[in-house]
């Protein structure tokens, strides 16, 4: 019996996210690397739960998801996204984004085929293409906002494209794709006859005005789109693993044969507590979490200004890209660790988002922390001014 490793782990290294994690546990530091989201989840979500438990909806659901949970979602991507979807041939709940994202991947995907991504990428989509032996292609985007520019894309596209993946809002960057851009995209999906996967979980995290637009819900990308999203961080609920992918039939009935193959299915009662949240809360709730964020943002981002780490400002989802290169070292994980030395305040290395060395420069922070651990890591980075 070989003794060798699996081929497909040789790409595979542990996430930075993790590793800087665990950095900052060690020195019990404030850890803004990984995006946990520490704040509270509404009471409607936790107590519909337990209520779920305490019923005894404690087994196995569908392999799609608990009924109750796939039409609440076809209700909200009606009203939400513009995207009509039949709860029972068209909706698939799973472990996570993440792991919807991974059951398209292994669905729809064959060895060798070529995924576009915009970069900064968020590294478990890469993962995810490289445990399916697909082969990432980035297109390279422009900060402060990162745009990209239409050449890129064609410069980049071969016979053996297969997909794109658009990340909006993004991770890590904060980009909130327009519409004339996710038109282009749509335009050059089409003429390319390439499948589009969307990461939409930071859907509610909006700044400054800013509406979200699914880009399945543009004409003729219905057919082509796997819409993903999830609600670990809508409802602050992240160890929950719910997420879920939206595509037509026939592509929504193999990525439900991989859920089935890889996770079974997500957890019951914490599948119900999720419809629960989506048909009880107020539309407040919504209008609040932007005007809470926003306001976390632009306390974090002014710390950042104040330390001299300039701050590509997001335009939504809840990590800011800042400019460390001031501080010493020559890598990104070198001046992430000598932050966290300096100040115990814990982010993730630029290397984990870009493929080359603009990666150096940055650093990615998550700010969906609670008031008080906000304010400490902004006063922390604040004395680096």
């Known amino acids: 019996m070989s003794r060798e490793s699996n081929q497909r782990m040789a790409g595979l290294a542990q996430s930075e996210i993790r590793a800087m994690t665990a950095a900052c546990a060690r020195v019990k530091g404030i850890n803004m690397a990984q995006g946990v989201c520490d704040t509270p989840s509404p009471l409607q979500v936790i ?19 608990l009924a109750e949970l796939r039409h609440a979602l076809a209700e909200k991507l009606v009203e939400y996204n513009g995207i009509h979807a039949d709860p029972d041939t068209e909706i698939t709940v ?13 669905g729809l995907l064959n060895p060798g085929d070529e995924v576009m991504l915009f970069e900064p990428t968020y590294s478990y989509h890469i993962s995810a293409l490289l445990a399916v032996e697909a082969v990432p292609r980035l297109v390279r985007t422009h900060a402060p906002e990162w745009t990209f520019r239409l050449p890129d894309l064609d410069r980049i596209v071969t016979k053996r494209t297969k997909a794109i993946v658009v990340n909006t809002p993004g991770n890590p960057s904060g980009k909130v794709f327009t519409r004339r851009e996710l038109e282009q995209i749509a335009e050059f999906a089409q003429r390319h006859d390439l499948f589009v996967f969307t990461d ?9 005005g800013r509406e979200h637009l699914s880009l399945a819900s543009l ?35 193999i990525i439900g044969a991989m859920n089935d193959l890889l996770y079974v299915c997500a957890p019951a009662p914490l599948q119900y507590g999720v419809a629960a949240g989506i048909r009880e809360l107020d539309p407040s709730f919504y209008t609040d979490l932007k005007t809470e964020y926003q306001a976390k943002r632009d306390r974090f981002c002014g710390a950042l200004v104040k330390a ?50 603009e990666g150096h420069k940055f650093i990615r922070f998550c700010f969906a922390k609670t008031e008080s651990d906000l304010e400490t890591a902004c006063n922390r980075i604040e004395q680096l001014g």
């Open 308 to 357: 001299g780490l300039p701050p590509c400002v997001p335009q939504g989802a809840y990590y800011v890209l800042a400019d460390v290169s001031r501080l010493p070292g020559e890598t990104g994980k070198a001046r992430a660790l000598y932050l966290l030395d300096k100040t115990g305040v814990a982010g993730v290395p630029g290397e984990a988002f870009f493929s080359g060395a």
């Open 94 to 106: 799973s472990a996570g984004a993440t792991g919807s994202f991974h059951c398209a991947c292994l």
């Open 47 to 65: 107590q519909a739960a337990q209520r779920a438990m305490e019923m005894g909806l404690n087994t196995y659901t569908r392999f799609d998801g």
């Open 200 to 208: 939409e979980m930071y859907e509610y995290f909006l700044f400054d």
């Open 219 to 253: 004409p003729g990308m219905v057919e082509r789109t796997v819409t993903i999203s999830g609600y670990s961080k809508t409802f602050s609920i992240t160890g929950w693993r719910i997420g879920y992918s939206v595509a037509q039939a026939r592509w929504a009935q």
